[in-house]
Nanobody, 127 residues
Framework: VQLVESGGGSVQPGGSLRLSCEASEWPYNHYCMAWFRQAPGQGHREVVAVIDSDGSKEYAYFVKGRFIISKDNAKNTVYLQMNNLKPEDTAMYYC?????????????????????YGRGTQVTVSS
């Protein structure tokens, strides 16, 4: 399984972007897919949003009301709609996928513990 993120770019504060994470295949009955981000100069990746195959969704407190995670099972793709972007949202965004976690569990697991993860897509919010 390979994950490929896309959709990053540069946007002004208050703008929107939609990130995509496409899995090359998914041979499992269950999935948990998450978006993480790593800000410039930060040594850790923080979870942003998580969704699982039951439709459960979880968000980090700092994106609630602004970001929406969704999935298209037919395309093996998870999206992250990011609205009202702020300069502090500037980061490399990574996608992770796991065959066993629930969305709630996925909030507390580092990206490195997911079965699969991609190389990231850069988001820059600046005026």
């Amino acid at each position: 399984v390979q994950l490929v993120e896309s959709g990053g770019g540069s946007v002004q504060p208050g703008g929107s972007l939609r990130l995509s994470c496409e899995a090359s295949e998914w041979p499992y009955n269950h999935y948990c897919m998450a978006w993480f981000r790593q800000a410039p100069g930060q040594g850790h990746r923080e979870v942003v949003a998580v969704i699982d195959s039951d439709g459960s969704k979880e968000y980090a407190y700092f994106v609630k009301g602004r970001f929406i995670i969704s999935k298209d099972n037919a395309k093996n793709t998870v999206y992250l709609q990011m609205n009202n972007l702020k300069p502090e949202d500037t980061a490399m965004y990574y996608c992770g996928a796991d065959q066993a976690l629930t969305a709630l569990q996925g909030l507390g697991v580092p990206l490195s513990d997911y079965n699969y993860y991609g190389r990231g897509t850069q988001v820059t919010v600046s005026s």
